[in-house]
């Protein structure tokens, strides 16, 4: 597989992929539209917090890019479009939550007033293998399953790929258009329309393929630092520790693991079966 394979072209982008939908999700009566879709329930207003909002509460801590970061009245939404199945999405899922609450707080806001936050994954593939298109999670008590914890927090995952299965109709044709197919609804038709105007905007372009400039560079410091990491070492345990640096700084730059195998296989020859080993 070819790089260009891995990361889009402009005209290729679809709404599944994340900068085309954080830059959809930037009109405000589509993005309160979807949110309407996606919790059955009626939003009143929204108010952006920061698009691809980062969150880094220390200098030494990991820091979390959110796609889409609204608030309503006394709930704040978390949206995240998710294509690979990195099989680390619920702890993904905490950790955004924790960094959402943690954000709260350090404006000043007592813990007693966080809001209740919302942390929604719309994935490509089913999470949990369960052939759900929606699962939704809060805390409960294990000894008393009636009895909630009531913390305001819930996490979300919706499947694009069992779209089929989503009983409300709106939900369905969304998921739907998500993995791919073609809808007459509506709602999913403004969202196209929406798309074909982000990719008419050549500043909107001009951003894309700066960030896939950045995601080239990227690669070629990995696969350098590997190689150099290998040619110090001279031996087989060096190559080892090559791949090693490579696969953990990949990782580090929160590169997709399905990416990552692909790049391993190509630079150090590796089956597929041996190369997924160093994930």
């Not at 699962?135 to 009636?146: A, G, H, V």
């Not at 960030?211 to 290998?230: P, S, T, V, Y």
Request: one cysteine or more; aromatic letters at 10%.
């Amino acid at each position: 597989m070819e790089k260009h394979e891995v990361i889009k072209t402009w005209e290729e982008l679809e709404i599944k992929d994340d900068f085309m939908f954080a830059k959809v999700m930037r009109d405000k009566e589509i993005c309160k539209k979807l949110l309407e879709r996606l919790l059955q329930t009626k939003i009143r207003d929204i108010v952006y917090l920061e698009e691809q909002k980062a969150i880094d509460i220390e200098k030494d801590a990991k820091s979390v890019r959110l796609d889409v970061y609204i608030e309503e009245g006394n709930r704040v939404f978390n949206l995240e479009m998710q294509t690979t199945n990195k099989r680390n999405l619920p702890k993904r899922s905490r950790y955004y939550q924790g960094m959402i609450d943690l954000n709260t707080i350090e404006k000043g806001e007592n813990y007693k007033k966080l809001k209740e936050s919302y942390v929604i994954f719309i994935c490509t593939f089913d999470p949990f293998h369960q052939g759900k298109a929606q699962y939704t999670f809060e805390n409960y008590c294990i000894e008393d399953k009636e009895l909630k914890l009531d913390d305001g927090t819930k996490k979300i995952f919706f499947n694009a790929k069992d779209y089929i299965n989503a009983e409300n109709e709106e939900l369905r044709e969304f998921l739907k258009y998500v993995n791919g197919e073609k809808s007459d609804n509506p709602f999913v038709r403004e969202v196209e329309d929406r798309v074909a105007q982000v990719k008419a905007s050549k500043e909107w372009r001009l951003e894309y393929v700066t960030l896939l400039m950045r995601e080239q560079e990227i690669w070629e410091e990995a696969e350098e630092k590997g190689r150099e990491e290998g040619r110090e070492e001279g031996r087989e345990e060096g190559r080892e520790e090559g791949i090693r640096g490579t696969v953990n700084l990949l990782k580090e730059l929160n590169i997709p693991l399905q990416t990552i195998l692909v790049k391993i296989q190509q630079q150090y020859n590796l089956s597929p079966e041996v190369s997924k080993k160093y994930l």
